[in-house]
């Protein structure tokens, strides 16, 4: 076995007992990026030498006795996500040239405990896809199966994970970007309960969406990171001042006593009959477990996708009205007139998804709309929150496939966009709701694509759906599947 191949907690082990060095593993995880990224296209930057840096000094913190859970491992970040002195470019062109002069508080905290940097990865452009395809710097293919999407908008993230470039990740979720991809490229990816992670030095897309979590090759690793990056931060208001659990306290087995929520009507048409198969066996192995299911109904789940996409574009279009030419790195035009300058700036600086949502969000505040789509959106909004908090009266998480069809490929569905939306199905309503998820490996389709389980559970709950996620994970070996890389 590779050194890159360990996870956290396996490192973790031989870290602190000195049986290898952080240098050793981070060189590995180096020349594994040396020997697949080409083919993958997972890193928009390698922080080689910061990472060996990182590295040395984790390994003499080490030395003097200090090792937590995630020193001196190697780890990749999303690259909207801000990180002092290295380019943060949003997979935009409109942020070239932009250096951080600060860290977000997530970076923060993995470098008060001597974690490893090792490079910024792909995404949509400001995180706003499903495929990672909108991505103005490259193209990131799916690890299982080169010709196909990674998933998005953390698809870089995920890659990274799935073919060993880095030990663990963090991305971003605003709709789904953790756990779709996480679920194409079978690995498992976590969004925190809204409030949970400091969103600070994280760049806005939609900001009451928008949570940082972990992408990991497993949940006990999800749960390490969680443990770090969760907290009350006084530079983010939306953070919540509660105390932080244990989270690997909750990895116990056995689920006896658990109830379990399947919402009727997931099995809609437009769901792949391999996912539908794996969800349902899923369900069967949860159950064999001790855990007792029972149908729940999430009368307004249905508006999800209608809602998520008012909102969303709406607070983009308000988040991105700051790139302009003036205060960020990319300008297109010098002419004296300003407004032209701003205009040309933003239409060649953002690319044609950003720009639909700018429009699409721009319309739905305007004057005389607001009330008839930004105003409703929130009304329905409020009713989706309130059904979840009724189903969470009778069971303690709710079962639902991550997306309903395996990874696509490459092409299909970017030119459009109404059925890139419908990718995020089963995850927007997560967001809306502000309660946690997490997306765990639960099978392959026919054609080896991987397959995603999605746990949600109550506001700051995410202990009771990584107790199921973990016992699902101990009761099945889907997780411990590599790819292979091959074409298809
Ligand atoms: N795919 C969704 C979108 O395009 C969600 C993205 C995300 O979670 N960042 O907006």
Redesign the pocket.
Same mark, same amino acid.
């Given at each position: 076995m590779e050194l890159y191949e360990l996870t956290i907690h396996e490192a973790h082990e031989l870290l602190r007992k000195r049986e290898i060095s952080s240098r050793e593993i981070t060189e590995s995880v180096l020349d594994r990026i040396d020997a697949v990224e080409d083919r993958v296209g997972a890193y928009i930057t390698v922080t080689k030498d910061q990472a060996l840096a990182h590295a040395d000094a984790a390994d003499e913190s080490i030395k003097n006795g200090d090792c937590t859970p995630l020193t001196g491992v190697p780890l990749s970040i999303k690259d909207i996500i801000c990180t002092k002195g290295i380019p943060t470019t949003c997979a935009s062109k409109i942020l070239k040239g932009f250096i951080p002069p600060y860290d977000s508080t997530v970076v923060q905290r993995l470098k008060t405990v001597n974690a490893v940097i090792v490079g910024k990865t792909n #995404?949509?452009e400001f *995180?706003? =896809? &499903?495929s990672t395809e909108?991505s103005a710097i490259k193209t990131t293919r799916n690890p299982w199966d080169l010709e196909r999407i990674p998933g *998005? &908008? !953390?698809g870089g993230s995920a890659a990274t994970v799935a073919s060993d470039m880095c030990i663990g990740s963090l991305g971003? @979720?605003? =709709? =789904? !970007?953790?756990r779709?991809p996480s679920s194409h490229c079978g690995v498992v990816g976590l969004k925190p309960t809204y409030g949970r992670v400091s969103r600070f030095g994280l760049v806005a897309? /939609?900001s009451s #969406? @928008?949570q940082i979590g972990p992408i990991a090759k497993d949940v006990t690793d999800a749960a390490l990171l969680l443990n770090v990056i969760s907290g009350h931060d006084p530079n983010d208001s939306t953070s919540v001042q509660r105390e932080v659990p244990d989270y690997t306290k909750a990895l116990v087995s056995g689920l006896k006593g658990v109830t379990v929520g399947i919402p009727t009507g997931y099995d809609r048409e437009g769901v792949d009959p391999d996912v539908m198969g794996a969800f349902q066996k899923a369900v069967q192995v949860i159950e064999g477990l001790g855990a007792t299911c029972r149908e729940i109904i999430l009368p307004h789940n249905d508006y999800s996708v209608a809602v998520?996409?008012l909102i /969303?574009p709406a607070e983009a279009s308000s988040n991105l009205a700051r790139y302009d030419g003036v205060k960020y790195g990319f300008r297109e035009d010098s002419s004296e007139d300003l407004l032209k300058m701003y205009s040309s700036t933003r239409s060649t600086g953002f690319g044609p998804?950003v720009q639909r949502?700018i429009i699409l969000g721009t319309y739905a505040l305007s004057a005389g709309y607001y009330d008839a789509y930004y105003g409703k959106a929130s009304q329905v909004r409020t009713l989706i929150t309130e059904d979840y908090k009724k189903a969470f009266e009778i069971c303690d998480v709710i079962l639902t496939p991550a997306a309903p069809t395996p990874a696509f490929r490459l092409g299909e569905k970017i030119e459009d966009p109404l059925t890139?939306?419908l !990718? @995020?199905i089963f995850? #927007?309503s997560a967001?809306l709701a502000g309660i946690p998820g997490v997306s765990v490996p639960c099978g392959f389709s026919q054609a080896g694509l991987p397959i995603g389980l999605q746990i949600l559970a109550s506001h700051f709950n995410e202990a009771k759906f990584l107790k199921v996620a973990y016992c699902f994970e101990q009761a099945t070996e889907h997780h411990i599947q590599k790819p292979q890389f091959h074409n298809s």
């Open positions: #995404l949509d *995180g706003m =896809g &499903s909108n *998005g &908008s !953390s971003t @979720d605003t =709709g =789904g !970007s953790i779709q897309f /939609a #969406l @928008d998520y996409y /969303a998804e949502r890139m939306y !990718s @995020d995850t #927007l967001n």
